[in-house]
T-cell receptor
Framework: GQQLNQSPQSMFIQEGEDVSMNCTSS?????WLWYKQDPGEGPVLLIA?????ELTSNGRLTAQFGITRKDSFLNISASIPSDVGIYFC?????????FGKGTRLSVIA | DAGVIQSPRHEVTEMGQEVTLRCKPI?????LFWYRQTMMRGLELLIY????????DSGMPEDRFSAKMPNASFSTLKIQPSEPRDSAVYFC??????????????FGPGTRLTVL
């Protein structure tokens, strides 16, 4: 089945720093999604991207759908302690979502 | 809206016992998904239903796993007999519709299963 390469696997950053993570796939997809999972909870959708080149923001979060339609990145600016969690990218075609392995973010106050 | 409801939140059982996990999707959603999350393998899709009908169960690891959706508001995932390697967090998710405009899946809080 389709696999996503998500990196980095984990990050330890200082509060206030910016964060960047990305995902790549070997195939072209029409939709990229970014989810966040808080500790002890299920993933929650942060941003959905539907067009190649699209750049979308949600507060301090910014995500882009790569021009090649094979990649996407997520940036978090000015990180705060509540940004802690696991961030997943996901792709969608005509089949259920395929999730990346996740980026585990730790924020040091 | 109450969101996706899962029960129990935590389950500890002994190897060989039957385990039943329960899910109530969001009202009006016609897709339901069961996932398993482990550190090693991440988030894996086990099975999904559309309008209560199982569509793809290729992710179900073994015959010990079975899932049912008797009606639009209830689904179960059963493991019989359970083994220690089944220890994981099991998520249920639901969504409405199909196509690019309906990709958001809403996840429940998960059931943390520990098999001793």
């Amino acid at each position: 089945g389709q696999q996503l390469n998500q990196s980095p696997q984990s990050m330890f950053i200082q509060e206030g720093e910016d964060v960047s993570m990305n995902c790549t796939s070997s195939s072209i997809f029409n939709t990229w999604l970014w989810y966040k999972q808080d500790p002890g909870e299920g993933p929650v959708l942060l941003i959905a991207l539907y067009k190649a080149g699209e750049l979308t923001s949600n507060g301090r979060l910014t995500a882009q759908f790569g021009i090649t339609r094979k990649d996407s990145f997520l940036n978090i600016s000015a990180s705060i302690p509540s940004d802690v969690g696991i961030y997943f990218c996901a792709i969608s075609g005509n089949t259920p979502l395929v999730f990346g392995k996740g980026t585990r973010l730790s924020v040091i106050a | 809206d109450a969101g996706v409801i899962q029960s129990p939140r935590h389950e500890v059982t002994e190897m060989g016992q039957e385990v039943t996990l329960r899910c109530k999707p969001i009202s009006g959603h016609d897709y339901l998904f069961w996932y398993r999350q482990t550190m090693m393998r991440g988030l894996e899709l086990l099975i999904y239903f559309n309008n209560n009908v199982p569509i793809d169960d290729s992710g179900m690891p073994e015959d010990r796993f079975s899932a049912k959706m008797p009606n639009a508001s209830f689904s179960t995932l059963k493991i019989q007999p359970s083994e220690p390697r089944d220890s994981a967090v099991y998520f249920c998710a639901s969504k409405k519709g199909a196509g690019d405009s309906y990709n958001e899946q809403f996840f429940g809080p998960g059931t943390r299963l520990t098999v001793l």
